[in-house]
């Protein structure tokens, strides 16, 4: 199976993307009649939110269920601190393709959001559920996602974008360093995606060389997902490229180690 394990797609009218500006080129809807001329051989998907809200949530549900078997899974949505998170975690869970769910963790001011005591009853539900906790963080947070993990040990926690390292500026440290001990520390996954959008424009896969193998050798292929980012990947350079540069990257590898870069891994993490 080949797996896109990290996409998106919105509907401006929704109007709950506040990230989504007019002056970005990607200000327009896209659904999934835009994305099927580009996957090639990827057979299945994992829809990831682009807004906070449950509206959200349930409006990627419905997409899954109208795409004809190709969204495996989505990865919502939901308020972790409202009193009744745990409630509410349950209802969109009895949607069998929830498979996870993901706080815009980035963007909020306080880097230790995550591990306030009112949190914790919605951590531990998402754990007993079974679902992901997709984490979109930066490398500050790194330290934060191996507290988590050390607080939620059941909790199976998916890092997207491979923890955002500063590509544009060639910065490996602390971003490595920080990953290699989530990695030894955890049982966390680490997402393949992301990676264009955080290097300088005109990127060359020379630049994203030692992030990507940086990633291979401390999660290995059972513990690394690839995913697209479409369509925020279109403001660098496209779906096409990046998975011409994922080739690239990734052809040293014997064919079970890419197969499961490439589908194996996403298709045992969230039980598509």
């Not at 975690?89 to 069998?96: K, V, W």
């Not at 498979?99 to 009112?118: A, F, N, V, Y």
């Not at 934060?144 to 607080?151: C, G, H, I, P, W």
Request: contains cysteine; proline residues 7%.
């Amino acid at each position: 199976m080949r797996v896109d394990a990290h996409h998106h797609v919105w509907r401006l009218e929704r109007n709950d993307y506040a990230w989504l500006t007019p002056d970005l080129p990607i200000h327009r809807d896209y659904g999934l009649d835009d994305l099927r001329p580009l996957l090639g051989d990827i057979t299945a998907t994992v829809l990831v939110q682009a807004a906070p809200t449950e509206a959200e949530t349930r409006f990627l549900l419905q997409v899954a269920h109208g795409s004809g078997g190709l969204v495996r899974g989505v990865v919502g949505w939901a308020d972790l601190a409202a009193a009744d998170a745990p409630a509410r975690i349950a209802s969109l869970a009895a949607d069998g393709l929830l498979k996870g769910i993901r706080p815009m963790l980035q963007d909020l001011p306080d880097q230790e959001w995550i591990l306030r005591p009112e949190v914790q009853p919605a951590m531990a539900e998402i754990a007993a559920r079974g679902l992901v906790f997709d984490a979109l963080i930066r490398p500050r947070h790194l330290p934060v996602v191996r507290e988590l993990a050390r607080r939620q040990p059941t909790l199976r926690i998916v890092i997207d974008h491979g923890g955002k390292p500063d590509i544009a500026g060639g910065l490996l440290q602390p971003w490595a360093a920080e990953l290699a001990r989530v990695a030894r520390e955890t049982q966390a996954v680490c997402k393949l995606s992301g990676l264009v959008t955080e290097a300088a424009p005109g990127w060359q896969v020379a630049d994203l060389q030692p992030y990507v193998e940086h990633m291979l050798e401390m999660f290995g292929p059972q513990r690394l997902m690839w995913g697209s980012d479409w369509p925020v990947v279109e403001l660098a350079g496209g779906y096409a490229r990046w998975c011409d540069a994922t080739f690239h990257l990734l052809r040293h590898l014997p064919d079970a180690a890419r197969d499961a870069v490439l589908g194996g891994t996403a298709a045992t993490v969230y039980r598509l």
